[in-house]
């Protein structure tokens, strides 16, 4: 039974009794055997102790305590005033100097650096009349708004820059270009043609700025005929040209001493040949150029014509006609076609000068019906005041609003004594009487 006791933690072990005389109840023999006992492990803290243990247990603890001692060591040394010995020691000691040769790496490979030319003090490359006008245009052409303001400004500066013909023909180079390759600036470039005819001082013997430009846009006049029949590319630029034009023949004043300022002459017949070429190759794209091209001019270029006595917006009108029975253009731009004479049927939707806002009828002006409101039927047909039915129609709108709120109307078509929600009834009444004298006797104390 005790020998199955003996595998318990403990078992087995012998018992240490205390060597005080007394306390122990056998002979001092006894007493010299429990008395001998294994060395306690000494506290991390202490410092080693030196023994001549050979034992493997005494040997790992002597390990340990010396690699504890180490580790004390190296935080000692690593004291603020122990690092500046340190330092002290290796700079002492160092053979290291300031007036030592460069180290230059046996793989790398020296760049050479060239020193900037500068030429009397040019730090910046001189800017020219290109770099200006484009300037100028690209904030044109961002800022269409600014032109009043900024042009005073923009014409002084060419003033003072073009002082030779071949600079005056540069800057109607420049001009002519931006404004046909930039549809949207058409209109903004010939205001700023029409200025600096007017305000750039000089003039050689070849021409101002006005003819030199006139010349410009002759010569892609005189291939007009080769134009119209030409690839793509070659077609849109003359498309762009000729929408160039007329804006150039509406904002282009040309003035004299006798004479009020009038358009130019020259420009006229040349959108008539323009037009000519356009409708001689009735392709999409002609056509399309052709109707921008009267709607935009047309009814300036029909006053002109009647000034003159001349029916030139008549043949036009019939050439256009023929085209729609006969082109083999796409549907869309017959469809433009058709809705370009009846604009013209409308007086280019102008309003007559007699006829005022008061005097205004459905027969003088095309736009009297403009703004009147779109009605409903029952079945939800749209209509307006133009329509001949307006009458009838609307009177049966009356006449269904009055059936859905009978209630409203008594049986003569008056308005129904009940609408009047503001009459109190008799309780309201009373209680509202009640109410006020309260209140005046509350006031009164």
Known sequence: MNDRFDRAPGAGRARIQHSVPGLSGEGDGDAKVFNQREPLRQPRTSPPLVENHTSPSNEAVHGDILRQSKTQQTSYNNTPATKEQHLEAKVKTSTLSANAAEFIPSVYTQQQYEEPWYDEGQYYPEQTLSDMVEEFLGHLSSSPGSFDSDIEHIAGTLNSWVTTEELLQELVELIYTQSTAIPNFSYTGTRLCNYLSHHLAFSPPSGNFRQLLLKRCRIEYEQR????????????????????????????????????????????????????????????????????????????????????????????????????????????????????????????????????????????????????????TADGTPFTAADPEYSEKYQEILDREDLSYPELFDENGEDSPYEDDDEMGPEIEEAFEKFCLESEMKRQQ
């Open 225 to 376: 005929n080769v134009a119209v029949r030409g690839d793509e590319a070659t077609q849109k630029r003359f498309h762009s040209y000729v929408l160039f034009l007329g804006e150039l023949y509406l904002n282009l004043e040309v003035k004299s001493a006798k004479k009020p300022p009038s358009r130019a002459e020259i420009l006229l017949s040349g959108l008539r040949d323009l037009l000519d070429a356009l409708f001689t190759n009735p392709v999409d794209g002609n056509i399309i150029c052709a109707v921008r091209l009267l709607k935009l001019t047309g009814s300036v270029l029909e006053d002109t014509w009647k000034k003159s006595g001349k029916s030139d917006m008549d043949q036009l009108v019939h050439r256009i006609q023929n085209i729609i029975l006969d082109a083999n253009c796409s549907r869309d731009v017959k469809q433009m076609l058709m809705k370009l004479v009846e604009l013209r049927s409308s007086n280019w939707g102008r309003v007559l000068p007699s006829a005022a806002i008061s005097n205004a009828t459905p027969d003088n002006d095309p736009n009297y019906f403009m703004n009147e409101p779109t009605f409903y």
